[in-house]
């Protein structure tokens, strides 16, 4: 981990009733609520629940964000979420390119751009998520995938605007899988990815900006993933959908000063 504090954030995914949703962000709030100076903790949930989640928490220490938007500001785009009604709920933060959103629902390189450019120049922070495949890693590809995904959502953006980007590197094939890359492989992508940011813009942005691991973090494992010097954080899945798991992860970040990195 590096000196930026640590960032938590749970995407629920297509998860929760709307109670449900609710009567976590209250408990998460109280049990989260001594560690708010360590670490900075945000949830995800489905769009249906931002306004009930956002009343909840009443300007609390933790945050809501969208898992997903338009890069359109409005018009005939039936089922589609713009930028401007997320800002309008008081929406934060805004997760892009999720490679569910990539490899199952087909979202393009040029898409992914298009979104993170309106989202960051609408102030939104902007949690750009990135990986490969399993085929990219084995055929020695990883480095080139984060490199093309990065460079193509980032090409042309201000460097002012990336103040408010955080980056997720999240390898598909440890995503929902239980397989978690280990904390080298995982540091060495970050590290990959902190020099590319550094190239994009400058070493001040690059150096802080967050860059979370993400892919079947659990309590278990998240203490020597956090402790590694390019890892900022976690965007966690499964294990965010239960107080008692979530919070195990949050006290992970929360101590991980105490590591050796
Ligand atoms: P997982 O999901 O923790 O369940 O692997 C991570 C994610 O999709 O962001």
Request: some cysteine; proline content about 4%; glycine content about 10%.
């Amino acid at each position: 981990m590096s000196s930026i504090k640590p960032l938590i954030a749970g995407n629920w995914k297509m998860n929760k009733t709307r109670d449900d949703a609710v009567s976590f962000v209250e408990q998460l709030a109280q049990s989260a609520s001594d560690l708010a100076n360590s670490t900075q903790v945000l949830i995800f949930p489905a769009f249906v629940h931002l306004d009930a989640c956002l009343s909840a928490l009443d300007a609390g220490h933790i945050g809501i964000g969208a898992q997903n938007c338009s890069h359109e500001p409005d018009g005939a785009f039936t089922g589609e979420i713009s930028i401007a009604m997320l800002k309008d709920l008081g929406i934060s933060h805004v997760l892009i390119g999720h490679s569910e959103r990539r490899h199952v629902m087909g979202e393009t390189l040029d898409l992914i751009k298009e979104k993170t450019h309106a989202a960051l120049q609408a102030g939104l922070h902007t949690v750009l998520c990135i990986g490969e495949t399993i085929e990219q890693r084995e055929a020695g590809d990883t480095d080139a995938v984060n490199d093309a995904q990065l460079t193509t959502a980032l090409d042309g953006l201000p460097t002012d605007l990336m103040a408010n980007l955080t980056v997720a590197y999240e390898p598909v094939w440890a995503i929902g899988t239980g397989k978690t890359a280990t904390p080298d492989d995982a540091q060495q992508a970050h590290a990959f990815i902190r020099e590319r940011l550094a190239e994009l813009s400058d070493d001040a942005t690059a150096q802080n900006t967050r860059i979370l691991y993400g892919g079947s973090v659990k309590p278990g494992n998240a203490p020597e993933l956090f402790g590694m010097p390019d890892v900022d954080g976690g965007l966690v899945g499964g294990a965010s959908l239960e107080l008692e798991s979530f919070m195990g992860i949050i006290r992970a970040g929360a101590k991980t000063d105490a590591l050796p990195s």
